[in-house]
């Protein structure tokens, strides 16, 4: 299968966004954690009257869960350009739309920005006035180029997608394909596993304990757990990728203990409690004092959708478990290798 020079491109290009999409839900994830840090009613350092609203931290972990899904769906589009999957043209036309639209309207607030006179401090230096205007719009000089770097890619991808030898180039690698071996969702959770097992390797250097079973573990023995699902992670991720049944099993033994971990906080949500308070002591912060309603409904939308979505990948596990070999098979028989 000969892919287009431009659809290569594409892909490692979608690659790079969703990295850079990782990094900034790591970014905002911390923001999170340092503003829940400070307390509710905590003034920031040189903004005296001003508070910290208790929606302040969720929504910065709301943002992080939203890049996530945002470079979960570029990862899974990257690997269908690859494949040449017809379903892949649509969503990078989907994505080159919206990054159009946002890159155009951002770039054109951008532009009237640099032409809009802007208030400085009044603690500011007087001579330094002239300096300080510079560097405000070279930083919206700097900005207006990125979103129209944004706009210019989506528009692009627009317009080549809609090519008809690129149009031709997915049809006719959809009809040969008709019977790959390798499930598209498969694919995606393998990648996901990959993905999965460098970030756990940070986390085990991080100074921040790790939490299992209502359990809270420190120093060796978190080092050692998250080396463990690392470990984990790039051996589902290999096999998952080459369809070994045994990937296809460590994965279902994984999922499983997942679910079994989030079952136990949201049966008992005093000990998600209790190991954020341990998580605060070590850090060496105040743990901050949210209503129960509020901690309730964080409690029950994390650890409920994880174990909807780690069922959700159980069941994808399943349906297509005859695509993947055992050790002396090419295939495993039955009606569930069907697409």
């Given at each position: 299968?000969k892919?287009?020079p431009?659809v ?11 990295l ?19 307390g509710?009613h ?9 508070t ?8 910065e972990?709301?943002?992080a869960?939203f ?9 899974a ?11 892949a ?8 739309g919206?990054m ?10 951008m532009?009237v920005?640099?032409?809009?006179p ?10 330094q ?24 890619l ?5 317009v ?7 149009r ?20 995606v959770i393998?990648v ?7 970030i ?11 939490t299992?079973l209502?359990f809270?573990?420190?120093?060796a ?8 699902v690392?470990?984990?992670?790039c051996?589902a ?7 070994r049944e ?5 994965e ?5 203990l ?7 906080y949201?049966?008992?949500?005093s000990l998600?409690?209790?190991?954020n ?5 070590t ?9 129960p ?19 959700a990948?159980?069941?994808v ?20 290798a069907?697409?």
């Amino acid at each position: 299968m000969k892919r287009p020079p431009g659809v290569i491109v594409s892909a490692i290009l979608l690659l790079l966004i969703a990295l850079l999409e990782l990094l900034a839900a790591l970014g905002m994830g911390l923001a999170g954690a340092v503003l829940s840090s400070r307390g509710l009613h905590t003034a920031p350092q040189g903004l005296p009257g001003q508070t910290i609203q208790p929606w302040v931290p969720a929504v910065e972990y709301a943002m992080a869960g939203f890049s996530v899904a945002l470079a979960a769906w570029g990862i899974a589009t990257m690997v269908g350009l690859f494949q040449m999957r017809r379903w892949a043209r649509y969503s990078i036309l989907v994505i080159g739309g919206g990054m159009a639209v946002i890159g155009l309207f951002s770039m054109l607030g951008m532009l009237v920005m640099l032409f809009v006179p802007m208030p400085l401090p009044q603690t500011g230096d007087p001579s330094q006035e002239a300096a300080a205007r510079m560097a405000v719009h070279m930083a919206f000089g700097v900005i207006t180029l990125l979103y129209g770097m944004v706009f210019g890619l989506g528009v692009f991808w627009l317009v080549y997608f809609n090519l008809k030898k690129v149009r031709e180039a997915f049809a006719g690698a959809a009809g040969a394909q008709a019977e790959s071996p390798r499930p598209f969702l498969i694919a995606v959770i393998a990648v996901l596993c990959l993905i999965g097992a460098p970030i756990c390797v940070a986390a085990a250097f991080l100074p921040f304990p790790a939490t299992l079973l209502g359990f809270t573990l420190h120093g060796a023995a978190k080092t050692a757990l998250y080396l463990a699902v690392a470990a984990v992670d790039c051996a589902a991720g290999v096999g998952l990728w080459r369809l070994r049944e045994w990937g296809r099993r460590l994965e279902l033994a994984f999922l499983g203990l997942g679910i079994v971990n989030c079952l136990v906080y949201l049966v008992r949500p005093s000990l998600a409690t209790r190991a954020n308070g341990e998580i605060y002591r070590t850090m060496g912060i105040t743990q901050p004092t949210l209503p129960p309603h509020f901690l309730a409904v964080v409690y029950s939308g994390t650890f409920g959708l994880s174990t909807l979505l780690m069922a959700a990948m159980i069941a994808v596990l399943y349906y297509y478990r005859g695509r993947f070999k055992g050790p002396d098979e090419t295939q495993l028989p039955g009606p569930a290798a069907a697409v």
